[in-house]
T-cell receptor, first 115, second 115 residues
């Protein structure tokens, strides 16, 4: 089956630093990847949609300069949280979609804690 | 705009009892509907999906869901729950076409199983 991995699974960083989260499709080519944010005991909120080789499309209210998304290859997308602040602490989940498929495959998530 | 409502924030069920989790959606055309399960600190696992055809959909782990267009509902059911079913359940809706469709998630229902 389609597998999506995320790295790291858990990261702690200091306020003001940047952190990069990787999302990889392991056994298929992901033409589209999605990044979600989930606050404790809440639903997933879509942050942005990225297509391989093009700029990401951000949802309203998401700061594109703060959450940098790069989808450089058909198997890798990265989310960089720049100048992180404690309010950026959250669970970040990516999903990937094979262009031929109609469903998204989700990664296991990355828990970010900013101190 | 598409939306999903999960009216029940938290449900407690005895092990072995039947389960029904409610989901109502709003979408202008025929939607794609999904149920996902999330264990604590984990990503999302797809339980089942509905695109077209038979309105009663069978999924993994003994779950099923019924699409009722007249009621705009897609309720998830299981005849006999197991302690391992304790988790957060999310209903999601997406547009019924291939492309970079965005999924909209409900707020989730937390399922607690009591012995």
């Amino acid at each position: 089956g389609a597998v999506v991995s995320q790295h790291p699974s858990w990261v702690i960083c200091k306020s003001g630093t940047s952190v990069k989260i990787e999302c990889r499709s392991l056994d298929f080519q992901a033409t589209t990847m999605f990044w979600y944010r989930q606050f404790p005991k809440q639903s997933l909120m879509l942050m942005a949609t990225s297509n391989e080789g093009s700029k990401a499309t951000y949802e309203q209210g998401v700061e594109k300069d703060k959450f940098l998304i790069n989808h450089a290859s058909l198997t890798l997308s990265t989310l960089t949280v720049t100048s992180a602040h404690p309010e950026d602490s959250s669970f970040y989940i990516c999903s990937a979609r094979d262009g031929r498929a109609s469903e998204q495959y989700f990664g296991p998530g990355t828990r970010l804690t900013v101190t | 705009a598409q939306s999903v409502t999960q009216p029940d924030i938290h449900i407690t069920v005895s092990e072995g009892a039947s389960l029904e989790l409610r989901c109502n959606y709003s979408y202008g055309a025929t939607p794609y509907l999904f149920w996902y399960v999330q264990s604590p600190g984990q990503g999302l696992q797809l339980l089942l999906k509905y695109f077209s055809g038979d309105t009663l959909v069978q999924g993994i782990k003994g779950f099923e869901a019924e699409f009722k267009r007249s009621q705009s509902s897609f309720n998830l059911r299981k005849p006999s729950v197991h302690w391992s079913d304790a988790a957060e359940y999310f209903c999601a809706v997406g547009p019924g076409n291939f492309g970079n469709e965005k999924l909209t998630f409900g707020t989730g229902t937390r399922l607690t199983i009591i012995p």
